[in-house]
Nanobody
Framework: QVQLIESGGGSVQAGDSLRLSCAAS????????MAWFRQAPGKEREFVAR????????YYADSVKGRFTISRDNAKNTVYLQMNNLQPEDMAVYYC??????????????????WGRGIQVAVSS
């Protein structure tokens, strides 16, 4: 069991940057694949990025590749999402998610068992 708490959201202008953090409870953080998803009003929750337990493996949605960077600090039980050059289409509630590394990593919301409550990111043009 792992509990996830997101922080770092807010309101920015197009072209600005934000860094989201997700703090996880528990002593086995490195045994979880961590991911970020987002959900805009009226839309399905969509995959943004994921990172393997050791941090070596990373995968991004095409829509954020080159602008967003996912990273983790296993000593701090925290995963990050650095978001650069934010655009209005990035505006959404961002969710942190976790799944055991024993399960093949995926990009569907149904591939992850543990979720944070979400944090709002607003981007104005």
């Amino acid at each position: 069991q792992v509990q996830l708490i997101e922080s770092g959201g807010g309101s920015v202008q197009a072209g600005d940057s934000l860094r989201l953090s997700c703090a996880a409870s528990g002593r086995t953080f490195s045994s979880y694949t961590m991911a970020w998803f987002r959900q805009a009003p009226g839309k399905e929750r969509e995959f943004v990025a994921r990172i393997g337990g050791s941090g070596r493996s990373r995968y991004y949605a095409d829509s954020v590749k080159g602008r967003f960077t996912i990273s983790r600090d296993n000593a701090k039980n925290t995963v990050y999402l650095q978001m650069n050059n934010l655009q209005p289409e990035d505006m959404a509630v961002y969710y942190c998610a976790a799944q055991s590394v024993a399960v093949a990593p995926g990009t569907s919301r149904y591939d992850y068992n543990y979720w944070g409550r979400g944090i709002q990111v607003a981007v104005s043009s």
